[in-house]
């Protein structure tokens, strides 16, 4: 009943910034975290990034801090990841998952609900 979908991925040089976007759809949660994770080819899923329901607690991979940020706008139901200094091990399918126990956490198995994915390519 309830949906995540992912935008904003795309092809970029090294040195680009992209804005992902994820987007609640239905029915949401009462209250839930958001993580971002990401999977390049022949590589395990990886943590980035995941914001609690407030935002007050933010927890970032050390490989993006500095670089990403995540934030979310609750009335418009959408949680952003802005990118910045891309590089091209940032390459990869980036998705987004909700946690209704608001943890922020880095651990995916924790997450309940995950969207399809978006691809982001940085050229060198």
């Known amino acids: 009943q309830v949906q995540l979908v992912e935008t904003g991925g795309g092809l970029v040089q090294a040195g680009d910034s992209l804005r992902l976007s994820c987007a609640a759809s239905?029915?949401?949660?009462?209250?839930?975290?958001v993580g971002w994770f990401r999977q390049a080819p022949g590589k395990e899923r990886e943590f980035v990034a995941a914001?609690?329901?407030?935002?007050?607690?933010?927890n970032y991979a050390d490989s993006v801090k500095g670089r990403f940020t995540i934030s979310r706008d609750n009335a418009k139901n959408t949680v952003y990841l802005q990118m910045n200094s891309l590089k091209p091990e940032d390459t990869a399918v980036y998705s987004c998952?909700?946690?209704?126990?608001?943890?922020?956490?880095?651990?995916?198995?924790?997450?309940?609900?995950w969207g399809q994915g978006t691809q982001v390519t940085v050229s060198s």
């Open positions: 998952a909700a946690d209704r126990a608001n943890r922020a956490t880095p651990l995916h198995y924790q997450y309940n609900l």
């Open positions: 914001i609690s329901w407030w935002g007050d607690t933010t």
């Open positions: 239905g029915r949401t949660f009462s209250t839930y975290a």
